[in-house]
């Protein structure tokens, strides 16, 4: 298992839980101005609809636990873990797809999501799936900056984008929707070097929120890539065990990702940049599903539950689950919005320096 990776030692949990109580109890502000969001799927809020491609997640059941029961483009039933640490933060609506024709005038000031499903920092993964990569979000990043600066003035434009969170969740595309599927990486590098290769995008990625004014900025390790239900089903040798050469191989580029971000962190005077562990968390919602109230974790709810995902989940899919909460997986890829809430605390609770 991998280790607490933050670059910041863990909150004290009470000053967590006082966080909670005041946001829960006081109708205040939200406790930063804006959230900007970028990544792949797990964080993407319908980006995807907008694009020609078969990454798409804005048709039934998709969303079916969401507010109205609306697709939105979420990839998950229901809320996302961002979704559930925008309301942490105090925020009453979140940040819209920004490709969506409702991104614009006064819905701007929370903030963006520029994320795209089956993207990374590897700009070839998303040109497989003719989504957005990194490097695209970050010039969407800097036309949003263009109207904010428009709406409220350069000044009151550059606090905004000082003082909030730029969260970034990316790289598990990179891995099992390119490298594991594609000869010409996998036969050209060894885990460890397109572990850099990635890192040196990320480095870049970093590097461009930082001249574009980002101070606070939250990043997210892999996941357990090895205990993804599709990942299992493809990859794994006939049970329904974890395949833990995939795990380690996360768990490589995560150690290497906490020491890149401690350089960072050194290089670049007043960066708050936060590692976020998901690995751990996640990791322990499918060793023990049932300490936590859930009775599936091998399989997903939608369909078959062992590789549906995106076009492959749909309303006609057969063996869809009536209670996802059951679920720590919705589809083959994506956790259920139930395992989303449980995440988000965790989130909440190690990026908390961000917010300060």
């Known amino acids: 298992m991998i280790k607490n990776i933050s670059i910041f030692p863990m909150m004290n949990y009470y000053v967590f839980l006082v ?15 804006a959230l900007f969001i970028f990544g792949d799927s797990v964080v993407d809020a319908g980006n995807n609809n907008n694009l020609e491609t078969i990454v798409k997640a804005n048709f039934p059941p998709y969303g079916r636990d969401f507010i109205e029961h609306k697709s939105t483009g979420r990839f998950c039933n229901g809320k996302l873990a961002l979704d559930y640490t925008a309301e942490n933060l105090g925020f009453t609506s979140y940040p819209l797809a920004y490709l969506n024709k409702q991104a614009k005038g006064k819905n701007l000031l929370i903030g963006a999501n520029f994320a795209s499903g089956s993207s990374g920092y590897y700009d070839s993964t998303a040109e497989i799936y003719n989504t957005i990569s990194l490097s695209k979000q970050v010039e969407l990043y800097k036309d949003y900056q263009k109207k904010l600066a428009t709406l409220v003035g350069k000044t009151n434009a550059s606090s905004i984008i000082n003082s909030s969170i730029h969260f970034v969740s990316a790289g598990s595309s990179d891995f099992i929707q390119n490298y594991y599927i594609n000869p010409l990486l996998y036969n050209t590098y060894a885990i460890d070097q397109f572990s850099d290769i990635l890192l040196q995008s990320y480095t870049k990625f970093v590097q461009e929120l930082y001249n574009l004014g980002a101070r606070k900025i939250g990043v997210t390790t892999l996941p357990p890539l090895g205990c993804v239900p599709a990942v299992i089903t493809i990859f794994g040798e006939d049970n329904n065990n974890c395949v833990e050469k995939i795990n380690r191989a996360a768990i490589l580029f995560n150690n290497k990702l906490n020491s890149t971000s401690q ?23 499918v060793i023990n599903p049932t300490d936590y109230g859930f009775l599936e974790a091998r399989k997903a709810c939608c369909g078959t539950g062992l590789i549906e995902t995106s076009i492959l989940c749909n309303k006609k899919s057969p063996g869809t689950c009536k209670n996802a909460t059951e679920y720590v997986f919705w589809d083959g890829f994506h956790p259920s919005e139930a395992a989303n809430k449980v995440l988000s605390d965790d989130l909440l609770a190690a990026g908390i320096s961000l917010v300060s």
């Open 263 to 285: 350089k960072l962190q050194s290089n670049l005077s007043n960066l708050n940049l936060v590692v976020l562990d998901i690995y751990q968390p996640l990791h322990n919602l």
């Open 19 to 33: 966080v909670l109580f005041v946001i829960g109890t006081v109708k205040a502000q939200p406790l930063v101005p």
